[in-house]
């Protein structure tokens, strides 16, 4: 599950937070890897790294967007969505698309 919010009306040190989970600490590492390595190809490099050897919480500061991989027992703990309950959320068509996929798949399940 993605989360996008906006947080630059909330603080100075960026605009966006990207919120992403893993189900495992390989697949949290995976996914963070994914993430700088494509993002690389476009010639965006992180600023800073933390978190890539435990896999719990991976964040990728790209500046203004602050990417946040999490294990999801970690994302449920620190749930950043809670702290920023004010930011704005962010939706992407890919994320539309996602969600309807999932309403339709529960109402079937629900049938």
Known sequence: MWS???VAELTSFADVFIICTGRSNRQVGAIAEYIKTDLKKHKIKPLSVEGS???HWVLLDYGHVIIHVFYETMREFYDLEGLWVDAERIETPALKKAAGKTSASN???DI
């Open 107 to 109: 109402k079937t399940a």
């Open 53 to 55: 050897k435990g896999g």
């Open 4 to 6: 996008f919010l906006d």
